[in-house]
């Protein structure tokens, strides 16, 4: 089993600036994919920021030169810096998993954090 805890959000005034954490535990041997996605109230959940093991990054187009998202693969945990805070930023946002190898050499899709609320307000 792997379970995932997300840290970092709050409350943040616009042009501020956040870290969130995710960090994976378990049995695990390697995580293709490491992402970040939001979701505001009454609208789709969206992606904000991936990154494959292979050094592929991509942002959408809303947070590309303000979110960086990075990895730390020894310690399974994946990061977004979120600076230049905007309102519209304001949602809960998760972090998922894909193609997670585990030591047994199973592999696992979808794992999904708990969410964590990031409220940009003054």
């Known amino acids: 089993q792997v ?3 997300e840290s970092g959000g709050g409350l943040v005034q616009p042009g501020g600036s956040l870290r969130l954490s995710c960090a994976a535990s378990g049995s695990i041997f390697s995580i293709y994919a490491m ?3 939001r979701q505001a109230p009454g609208k789709q959940r969206e992606l904000v920021a991936r990154s494959t093991s292979g050094g592929t990054t991509i942002y959408a187009v ?3 030169g303000r979110f960086t998202i990075s990895r730390d693969n020894a310690k399974n945990t994946v990061y977004l810096q979120m600076n230049s805070l905007k309102p ?3 949602a809960v946002y998760y972090c998922k998993l894909d193609q997670i190898r585990t030591m047994s ?3 696992m ?3 999904w954090g ?3 609320q990031v409220t940009v307000s003054s």
Do not use: I, P
């Open 105 to 107: 050499g199973s592999m």
């Open 62 to 64: 809303s947070v590309r």
């Open 3 to 5: 379970q995932l805890v």
């Open 109 to 111: 899709n979808d794992y």
């Open 35 to 37: 992402g970040w996605y």
């Open 88 to 90: 519209e930023d304001t």
């Open 114 to 116: 708990q969410g964590t």
